[in-house]
């Protein structure tokens, strides 16, 4: 069964950085991307970063040139090194991972993963 586990969130003043971390384990076959979503009260969930596998990156508008997404792909993980951190940054921030496992009928399938989400609180 496949997991991903997150760490590091937590509270920071503004200005301040955090790293978020992200471990996938369980019957990985293959991790085609990796990435981060985040949701602030009442609002939707919004994509932050994500890391297709063979390079290609992509960030949200208002975290670019503050937030970057490196991954290992040897290990299945990804981190978000979160600098200059603004209020509005804060929300529950989850990882997400598309995911080729061996299902139970001895198929590999292609399914998408979620962690448990980790909670990133910016003070004014």
């Known amino acids: 069964q496949v997991q991903l586990v997150e760490s590091g969130g937590g509270l920071v003043q503004a200005g301040g950085s955090l790293r978020l971390s992200c471990a996938a384990s369980g019957g990985i076959f293959s991790i085609r991307s990796m990435g981060w979503y985040r949701q602030a009260p009442g609002k939707q969930r919004e994509l932050v970063a994500t890391?297709?596998?063979?390079?290609?990156?992509a960030y949200a508008d208002s975290v670019k040139g503050r937030f970057t997404i490196s991954r290992d792909n040897a290990k299945n993980t990804v981190a978000l090194q979160m600098n200059s951190l603004k209020p509005e940054d804060t929300a529950v921030y989850y990882c997400?991972?598309?995911?080729?496992?061996?299902?139970?009928?001895?198929?590999?399938?292609?399914?998408?993963?979620w962690g448990q989400g980790t909670q990133v609180t910016v003070s004014s």
């Open positions: 997400n991972a598309d995911v080729q496992s061996l299902g139970g009928g001895g198929d590999l399938t292609w399914d998408d993963y």
């Open positions: 890391s297709h596998s063979g390079g290609p990156t």
